[in-house]
C-alpha cells in the first residue's frame, strides 16, 4: 500500500510556550498515541515514529499556525478530515496547545521544511515613540539594506536582512509599546523578529511575538498556507489578540 501523511495544525500559547522544539515533538508523539491515531513507524534497531515538523519555533515565542505530518497506517479507516480528530487531539495536548485543522495529503506534497517560503508574524515591542517606530519602519521598508549581526560558531558576521524583510506595518499603540505586523521570509536565510527590530535602530525592546501565518508561494507567484483554518476557529482555540 502507498503511504498515507496527515497534516495537522496547532496553538501553541501561554506557559507551554517555553518548551522546546524537542519537547513539543514528544509532547505530539505521546498525543497522537492518546489520541488512537495509527503513526507508521520507521525499520531498524530502533524505530522512530514517522513525524516530520515544520519550522522550529523560538522558545517563549506564541503561534496560531504550527504544523506537522504524520505518516498513519495505509489500513487506517477513520476519517482524518472531521472535527472528531481534531477534538481527540485537542483532549490529548497539554493546555495551550490546541489542534486547530488536520486533513489527508495529496501525494507528492513536499515537506513542510522546504515548501515554506515565509511567515507572518505579530511582534509587540517597548517603544518610547509609535512615531518614532513608523518612521523607523518607513526608512527601513525604503532602504537598500537592512544590516544586522549574527553569530555563527562563536563568530560575529553581519548580514543585510533587506531582502527577507517583505512587509511591515505598524499597528495602533498597545498598552505597553507599539505593535508591528511583518512578513519575514524563511528562505534561502530566516529573518527573526529580534533581527527586524534589531535593524531599525531605534530603541526597541521584544516584549511578545506571535506566528500568525506560515506561507507557501505557489508557482503562479501567489502563496497559500500549508492547511488553512477560518479565523473563527482561531480565535474559538482562546488565540490571545
Known sequence: MSRRRLRARFSKHGKVRFTSHRDVARIWERSLRRARVPVAY???????????????????????????????????????????????????????????????????????QHAVTSCTWRIDAAAASAREVSE?????????????????????????????????????NINDGVRLIAELATQPRAARPGELLASLRVPLTLLRACRLHQWIATDAGERREPLAVAELSVAGAGVAP
Do not use: C, N
Open 42 to 112: 520507521s525499520a531498524g534497531f530502533s524505530p522512530r515514529p514517522k513525524i516530520a515538523f515544520g519550522l522550529a519555533l523560538p522558545t517563549g515565542y506564541s503561534s496560531d499556525a504550527e504544523y506537522l505530518d504524520v505518516e498513519v497506517d495505509p489500513a487506517w479507516e477513520a476519517g482524518i478530515d472531521d472535527g472528531t480528530l481534531v477534538g481527540a487531539l485537542t483532549a490529548s495536548l497539554p493546555t495551550g496547545m490546541t489542534a486547530l485543522a488536520a486533513a489527508e495529503l495529496a501525494g507528492g506534497e513536499p515537506s513542510l
Open 136 to 172: 523607523a519602519v518607513s526608512r527601513a521598508m525604503d532602504s537598500s539594506e537592512l544590516l544586522v549581526q549574527r553569530e555563527r560558531k562563536g563568530r560575529l558576521s553581519t548580514d543585510d536582512i533587506r531582502p527577507a524583510v517583505h512587509a511591515v506595518e505598524v499597528q495602533p
